[in-house]
């Protein structure tokens, strides 16, 4: 099963006229795969921008049902048996005749991309790999390949102490032409990566079609174990410049072969000749970098009269989209495996909030200088906030965000005694003087905010005769209470004669002259 990002990126790919080997490299699944997700969304007779408004688990539901999640116990079969019918002599038979026959004894079998893939492991587990190259025809301006170098070499010196410290050296290169970037960092974290194929992009001056990163096992794990920061690292990759990122096979070196070989020669045609020299400062030692890999992609290539620059400015250039519009803006990514309970996410010593429905759910925090964004599972932003520097407050918190119960208590926390008497003067002196004894009869008036605010938000709705009457009440029989308050004014909203320290006269009541 394929989460909603590997859904929709296929069905975007197949509609932008990408091919089925592509789209299978960009989100490492087979072609059986790409063809069940893009066979199950024309059945479902559903627009792309339909699919994309739908809920991601309702699309992941709707390409692959629950029914069809079941897995059956299946008996492996014969490999063995045939794999010796494959390889007798004069044999025409292959793996497809062997599926076929099989399916027919079994039908509740293997399907048909099963079947190939365990008996491929089976060849490769009884008989070994059978290794191979290919060769590969290279498109001027269609791959950046990006990787770190393999070694991490001491260049950078402490100038108080002396100690050497090492450094990691961020390489890209051109498919065609072999133009060389280089960079140094002191780490091969997630934002350093981006950071470093934001350099690359803007040192060529276009834009490639495809961008081509070594598998970034070593750099994710040291950011963190959750493949939905790479997603979306990527996909902001994708978007921003209009590229698609196109990872190679996990532990395949010859599925990136042009920039390994240009990791191999940067460490020796760059690293050592750098080790010649001593830097206090990466801004100091990337001048260097600069300036020696200017040397290395203006020098010809052996037995040919041009150079990589010159082949990139022949070849590659021309072919590069243009640079967009802007600078990308590099963020600090957090995954998020659960929002707390209390709808904040930390980062760097303060709480940022989200909208409380969120509570639970998977998130992705990106964090820029000036800026925190907060996006669900899915890459899609949930809001943002300006980032905070100063000690407190801690938590920032958009009254949107809250459940109407906790933004009620705010509230509340929030007023004075000078808020609650300038809210009462909008009905009227009665309402203002009935506020004022309400908050001089504690002891301390903020024991009694709870109960202006209750009684406020009460009679807001209401016309101010009526409220005043109340509250004129009130004052007469020396009682600004909220529960006095409330029982005269159900009196007066029904019309009921007034509450007083006196009887009314009628002709059935016995005065005091009766009894004289």
């Known amino acids: ?58 699309v992941e539901e709707l390409i692959y049902p629950p029914e069809n999640l079941q897995r059956k116990n299946i008996p492996m079969p014969d490999f063995q048996y045939y794999y010796d019918r ?75 102490t002396g100690e050497l410290k090492k450094v990691h050296i961020f390489a890209t290169t051109l498919g065609l032409s072999s133009l060389i970037y280089a960079e140094a960092f002191p780490n091969e974290r997630l934002p350093q990566f981006i950071e470093g194929t934001v350099h690359a992009i803007e040192f060529y001056g276009g834009v490639s079609k495809y961008l081509v990163p070594d598998n970034l096992k070593t750099a994710v794990t040291k950011h963190t174990k959750d493949e939905l920061v790479l997603q979306s690292a990527y996909s902001d990759l994708e978007d921003f410049y209009n590229t698609i990122v196109l990872p190679p096979p996990s532990r395949k070196p010859k599925g990136k072969p042009t920039v390994e070989n240009h990791v191999k020669y940067l460490e020796t045609h760059l690293v050592e000749y750098l080790k010649e020299s001593i830097y206090t400062s990466y801004e100091e030692l ?8 200017a040397v290395l992609n203006s020098r010809r290539f052996q037995g040919k009269t041009f150079s990589r620059q010159d082949a990139f400015e022949k070849y590659d250039r021309p072919c590069m ?48 200088s000036s800026e925190i964004r907060i996006c669900d599972q899915y890459n899609r932003l949930i809001c943002k906030h300006k980032r905070a520097y100063k000690e407190f407050p801690r938590y920032i918190t958009e009254d949107d965000h ?28 009665n309402m203002s003087e009935c506020i004022d004894r309400m908050l001089k009869a504690p002891k301390h008036e903020e024991q009694a905010y709870n109960a202006c605010a209750g009684l406020l938000h009460t009679v807001k709705e209401l016309p101010n005769g009526i409220v005043e009457e109340t509250a004129r009440q009130c004052i007469q029989m020396n009682s600004c209470r909220y529960k006095t308050f409330k029982q005269l004014l159900s009196r007066v909203q029904e019309g009921s004669q007034p509450v007083s320290g006196t009887l009314p006269s009628h002709d059935n009541i016995r005065g005091k002259g009766f009894y004289k």
């Open 286 to 293: 990337n001048t260097a970098i600069k300036k020696r890999v």
């Open 402 to 429: 809250m459940r109407p119960e906790h933004l009620y208590y705010k509230e509340v926390n929030a007023k004075d005694g000078a808020y609650y008497r300038r809210w009462a003067s909008v009905f009227g002196p």
């Open 86 to 160: 494959i390889h007798q002599k004069g044999s025409r038979i292959n793996i497809s005749y062997c599926w076929i026959e099989y399916k027919q004894e079994h039908p509740d079998g293997y399907e048909q991309s099963q079947f190939y893939e365990y008996y491929n492991r089976f060849v490769n587990k009884v008989y070994g790999p059978r290794d191979v190259s290919m060769a590969v025809e290279r498109v001027p301006g269609e791959k950046m390949f990006i990787d770190w170098v393999g070694d991490q070499p001491e260049l950078l010196t402490d100038p108080e």
């Open 321 to 368: 989209k243009p640079l967009p519009g802007g600078a990308f803006t590099v963020c600090d990514y957090k995954p998020v495996n659960r929002i707390p309970d209390n709808y904040h996410i930390e980062y760097d010593g303060h709480y940022y909030s989200v909208v409380y429905t969120y509570c639970g759910k998977p998130a992705i925090l990106k964090a820029t």
């Open 1 to 58: 099963m394929q989460d909603y990002n590997t859904i929709i990126g296929v069905i975007q790919l197949r509609r932008n006229s990408c091919s089925f080997s592509v789209i299978e490299k960009r989100y490492r699944i087979g072609s059986g795969t790409v063809q069940r997700i893009l066979k199950r969304f024309e059945d479902s007779g559903l627009t792309l921008e339909e699919l994309q408004s739908m809920e991601p688990s309702a």
